[in-house]
């Protein structure tokens, strides 16, 4: 309304300068060519005194139709004022009673709604309804409330009569037993708590323990967690156990028998390292990698299969496991490290599949057991002293994926009495099959090899 007000003044304004304008134009006072001030004060007082125009009235008053617009305009002016008065009246009304419903707490929302109490002219009305308005910065304010509010409890370091651990808000981490049982179940909760993981070494060097149950809470136990436990015969592993560190049971020399839960895709480096005792192993099928001297020197170890899912065997990790009789191989082997199954003397049949692409030196290296090598096309190089000493094969056929034969690769391999080389084979390297028993062999006129690569008088003939 107030909007209104002075745009009908305004209007009334403009009307009545224009009406002027046009006035003084007619009487000539405005666009009269200027003359001599001589004859601008005859003409002005000529006019005075005898009226011509008849234009001009008494003392000060304006001519009818100047006076009309004065009056029209005063009559509008009047009107406008009076309307502002009236709304201006009303919002107030409308104002008191709004405060006093909010004291009284009845005002309905349907009113607040309609008629914004709030509303306070050009005031920036943000300031009335929200505390936010007077804060310097209001989302800085809100930013720090809400760091505040999801800080993270940090853990505590506590300890009872038997563990060390670490308590989380939703978990417990074991950190060392110091008590002294030999039989032992690891508890499932501490405080309230799951106990989800064993620390690493946390029973390391134990004099006392003999057995030991961890819960089905477990789902990782640490580096060396039961390294040199010299009485530990038997350790259940829950269900849920999904990793373990790098030697978990290295030299747990009494330990006899273990199972893998299903969930552990790797055993790590050295983790039943030196078990000397250690007859039954139960593998998960879900194993693929079996790293280095996991099971090196297990010498008691009747292992007959190897998880289907094994991809990789690294270096020494079955060395001297002299009582581990190998009958089923992986259908995804890729690769064999060095010295893998050196010295596995019970092992009878060996069947490396087609996805087979990397064997290193020394990896079925005196393997005396072996009968029966089978090879399937895949492997492009068998390496040096890879079955060296193996002096139970009496046949071979190397697939035509293999490109070059090592030194030594055969060597000592006393039963060879046939070998059957591919023309693919383009290079057999010092001493491959020295003291093989077979007479004579058929190879690729390209390829190269040296006067001792086959047993001494052996017929060569090529392709």
Not at 210 to 237: A, H, M, Q, W, Y
Not at 429 to 450: D, I, L, M, R
Request: proline share 4%; hydrophobic share 35%.
């Amino acid at each position: 309304m107030e909007k209104l007000f002075w745009g009908m003044v305004g209007g009334c304004t403009v009307a009545f300068a224009i009406l002027l304008g046009m006035y003084l134009n007619k009487t000539g006072v405005i666009g009269a060519e200027p003359e001599s001030s001589t004859e601008i004060v005859s003409e002005i007082e000529t006019e005075t005194e005898t009226g011509t125009e008849g234009e001009m009235l008494a003392d000060g008053e304006f001519p009818a139709e100047i006076q009309s617009l004065i009056e029209d305009s005063q009559g509008n002016y009047a009107q406008a004022m009076q309307v502002f008065e009236d709304e201006s009246s009303a919002a107030a009304s409308r104002e008191a009673e709004g405060t006093q419903g909010t004291a009284t707490g009845s005002a309905s929302s349907t009113g607040t709604a309609d008629r914004d109490p709030r509303t306070n002219g050009s005031v920036d009305g943000n300031r009335n309804g929200s505390h936010d308005y007077f804060l310097e910065n209001p989302e800085e304010e809100e930013s720090e409330s809400e760091d505040t509010s999801t800080e993270e409890v940090q853990p505590e370091e506590k300890k009872n009569s038997e563990y060390e651990y670490t308590l989380y808000k939703d978990h417990v981490v074991v950190k060392k037993y110091i008590g002294s049982a030999a039989t032992l179940d690891v508890p499932d909760t501490i405080e309230g708590q799951p106990v989800t993981e064993i620390s690493d070494s946390a029973f390391a060097s134990s004099k006392t323990l003999v057995r030991i149950s961890l819960p089905d809470t477990v789902e990782k136990i640490g580096k060396n967690v039961f390294k040199s436990s010299e009485l530990l015969v038997d350790v259940t592993l829950p269900d849920r156990l999904i990793e373990m560190g790098e030697g978990a049971f290295d030299s747990c020399s009494k330990l006899a028998r273990i199972t893998i839960p299903d969930g552990v895709t790797r055993i790590g480096k050295k983790t039943f390292n030196e078990c000397t005792d250690l007859k039954t192993v139960r593998l998960s099928s879900d194993i693929e990698t079996i790293e280095e001297q996991a099971f090196n020197n297990c010498a008691r170890m009747e292992m007959t299969k190897l998880p289907s899912s094994l991809k990789r065997v690294e270096k020494e990790a079955f060395t001297g496991c002299v009582a581990m009789a190998l009958t089923k191989w992986p259908n995804e082997l890729e690769f064999i490290g060095e010295s893998a199954f050196e010295g596995c003397t019970a092992i009878e049949s060996v069947r490396l599949p087609g996805t087979m692409r990397t064997m290193i030196d020394n990896a079925f290296m005196g393997c005396t057991g072996i009968k029966t090598l089978e090879i399937r096309s895949g492997i492009e190089a068998i390496p040096e002293s890879a079955f060296s000493g193996c002096t139970g094969i009496t046949e071979l056929t190397l697939p035509k994926s293999v490109i070059s034969v090592g030194d030594n690769a055969f060597t000592g391999c006393t039963a060879l009495a046939t070998v059957t080389i591919p023309k693919n084979t383009l290079s057999i390297g010092s001493s491959a099959f020295a003291g093989a028993a077979f007479k004579e062999v058929t190879v690729n006129s390209k390829c190269s090899y040296q006067t001792n690569s086959f047993p001494e008088g052996t017929k060569i003939e090529n392709y």
